[in-house]
């Protein structure tokens, strides 16, 4: 293939000069009546030959040329349609729930150069990483191999905000293995990449969500947390309860009853606040979310202790 690519449109070179010289010169030994009008006729005929074959090669060369470039055009297009086809079933079986089967078929084409399919081989990875069934061991390969995916879908695609939503989510995960220090000085890389995808996709529930989770986690930071942070950073991440609460209403408003954990968290977040009467509805809520994942279930369990120490 590389030497198809090298090959180049016919262009006129010294061969093309040499058929009028040779025809003067042999003309003018003819005149001169001398050996040299047959050897010049004779040499007139064998160089047309080769100029001819010239021509012919270099014809035949800007044909493969044509070809490659034709070949290499349907190959994109082949690609493009093939990449379509994958996330179209990733996106169904992901509806589905089907964890396991979306992991099988991504991870099939984890050497693709489409942020698209990264960015989703990312979230599945984690996804997989979070059943129950999936071993400690198995589960830590699966987070880091999520935060890479995502590092890649990134990479290829600054303007994709689902790339910078599971970027954040997976340095986030990582964070789990790395110690307090790390988990902390993440911290502000999580915020910037949740921003950004916000600012990308405003309607985007999850990216707003996970905002309001970011504020929320900052806001009951542990006090030993927060002494550790004060001495890592001049200025330490901190938010409140109110901001995560603005950032959960902003999320329902976007898409609502998107996800139960939405619901859980503002009805948590309410209870933090002690206005116990919304915290009770939106806790009754995220009780009776249809539960279709095991987070689901998990949100369900979780909403009704609260709602049972109320």
Not at 43 to 58: C, E, H, N, P, Y
Not at 155 to 173: G, L, Q, R, T, V
């Amino acid at each position: 293939m590389a030497a198809l690519a090298r090959a180049q449109p016919f262009r006129c070179g010294p061969a093309c000069l040499g058929r009028p010289l040779l025809r003067e010169a042999g003309g003018a030994a003819a005149r001169r009546g001398g050996p040299g009008a047959r050897r010049g006729a004779g040499g007139s005929q064998v160089l047309g030959k080769d100029f001819k074959r010239g021509i012919a090669l270099s014809a035949g060369s800007f044909l493969v040329y044509e070809t490659y470039r034709l070949i290499s055009r349907f190959a994109e297009v082949h690609a493009s349609f093939k990449v379509e086809e994958v996330i179209e079933q990733a996106d169904y079986l992901y509806g589905s729930g089907e964890t396991e089967k979306l992991y099988r078929l991504l991870v099939q084409h984890k050497n693709s150069e489409d942020a698209e399919l990264w960015w989703r081989l990312a979230r599945a990875s984690r996804d997989l990483a979070q059943l129950s069934s999936t071993s400690a061991e198995e589960k830590k390969q699966l987070v880091y191999e999520a935060l890479e995916y995502a590092k890649k879908a990134l990479e290829k695609n600054e303007s994709n905000f689902a790339a910078h939503k599971w970027y954040a989510i997976c340095i986030s995960d990582v964070g789990d293995y790395e110690g307090i220090k790390a988990k902390i000085a993440n911290a502000f890389v999580i915020k910037e990449h949740f921003q950004k995808a916000i600012e990308l996709n405003p309607k985007d529930a999850t990216s707003i969500h996970l905002m309001g989770i970011w504020c929320y986690s900052f806001a009951e930071m542990p006090w030993y947390q927060r002494k550790i942070a004060a001495m890592l950073f001049a200025t330490p991440p901190t938010s409140t309860y109110k901001e995560a609460l603005h950032y959960f209403h902003m999320a329902e408003e976007a898409d609502p009853n998107f996800y139960s954990k939405n619901l859980l968290f503002l009805g948590k977040a309410y209870l933090k606040l002690n206005n116990k009467k919304m915290a009770l509805l939106w806790l009754s809520k995220a009780k009776e979310y249809p539960a279709h994942t095991e987070e689901d279930k998990q949100v369900q369990k979780e909403a009704l202790e609260l709602l049972n120490s109320i």
